[in-house]
């Protein structure tokens, strides 16, 4: 008699067991590695970002503009002790620094030092501070004219303080602060500093943002062309009366 055989259920059930777990794990193994590839793409683009701003704000911080605030009272009135001051450290790069621009620059005697000053005189001028006036004199007026500064602070009555000649050389600069009162502006005056070279100055004031009544771009001063005439009327005047 031919013995039936029967498949063992017991058996097979162990095995489709066995092959759903296995199943199972490889889906929750790629479902891991997945998981990790994401997060590996992410944390690249993560750091590929952080490491693009950092290198765009070393840029913005060593290139093109630094923060500083103001540090006493030598630019008074046009600037006070707190301003908060964006300087562009940019534009000299490809252009030359004008008379009225405000510059922050290194301390000649101590680099570590940042002072905070305006353009007087050019390259190639000379200024002349007597009797409270400032006389620039260059190629264009031999005969000097009288720099008309609305924006300085000075004693009632009395103008910029001091008595000098000053020639200023190749890639120099006179600059003065805005407090001419006695003692009130370490500046071009004190032989200490002296004229600036180029290489010694950070950048031009921009703009201000502190405080917020003052905000905004830090505009250069129109000097009259009126003076020129006028030096010279005087000086012509001066001789009449003499002879």
């Known amino acids: 008699m031919d013995e039936e055989i029967f498949p063992d259920n017991d058996s097979q059930k162990e095995s489709d067991k066995s092959s759903d777990l296995k199943h199972e794990t490889g889906l929750i193994f790629e479902t891991l590695l997945n998981l990790i590839g994401k997060l590996g793409s992410g944390l690249f ?3 590929k970002t952080a490491l693009l701003m950092f290198i765009f704000a070393l840029i913005i ?32 790069h490809f252009r030359a620094p004008q008379r009225g621009e405000v510059i922050v620059f290194k301390f000649p005697a101590d680099p570590r030092k940042n002072f905070i000053k305006r353009v007087i005189g050019l390259p190639y001028e000379t200024v002349e501070i007597k009797n409270g006036k400032v006389v620039i004199y260059n190629k ?7 720099l008309e500064e609305n924006y300085i602070k000075v004693k009632p009555g009395e ?9 200023i050389g ?9 407090n001419r009162e006695p003692n009130m ?22 703009i201000r943002l502190w405080p917020r009544e003052n905000f905004g ?5 129109e000097y009259s062309t009126i003076n020129f005439y006028l030096t ?3 000086s012509i005047l001066k001789n009449s009366i003499s002879k």
């Open 140 to 146: 264009n007026n031999p005969k000097g004219f009288r």
């Open 232 to 234: 010279a009327f005087d």
């Open 185 to 206: 502006s370490e500046d071009s005056r004190y032989p200490e500093v002296g004229n600036i070279p180029k290489v010694n100055i950070v950048g031009r004031a921009w």
């Open 170 to 178: 190749k890639d120099e600069y006179f600059v003065l602060g805005d």
């Open 159 to 167: 103008g910029t303080y001091g008595d000098l000649s000053r020639e």
């Open 45 to 47: 683009w993560f750091i």
């Open 61 to 92: 911080r060593y290139i093109l503009i630094e923060p500083f605030w103001v540090d006493g009272q030598s630019m008074e009135s046009s600037f006070h002790h707190h301003d908060y001051l964006i300087i562009d450290k940019f534009s000299y």
């Open 217 to 221: 771009i830090i505009k250069k001063p």
